[in-house]
């Protein structure tokens, strides 16, 4: 099953070839599918910089985005946030 088409599903057992992986998402969706690390298997040697060599521009941003969300919606719950936030503002 391609990493992608396994979203969503958890398996007893995983078999990952991380060469065929392109990003930090599919190694992600890849090696996530799995109910448990020892049941995990990687076939082949891969380069752990694509792990580990850092997130490209797009998602940084994204996890930016996410954090500015987080904070705003910390801010609401706790009555915080300033009036002038509204929307997408």
Excluded: W
Aim: with cysteine; hydrophobic share 35%; charged share 20%.
């Amino acid at each position: 099953m391609a990493a992608y088409a396994a979203q969503g599903h958890m398996m007893d057992e995983v078999t990952v070839v991380l060469n065929s992986l392109c990003n930090h998402h599919a190694y992600y969706t890849a090696l996530s599918r799995g109910r448990s690390v020892a049941n995990t298997t990687i076939l082949q040697g891969f380069d752990p910089k694509v792990i580990t060599g850092g997130a490209s521009g797009s998602l940084r941003k994204e996890f930016r985005e996410l954090q500015l969300l987080n904070d705003i919606t910390c801010l609401r719950y706790e009555g915080e946030l300033d009036s002038s936030v509204q929307g997408s503002t």
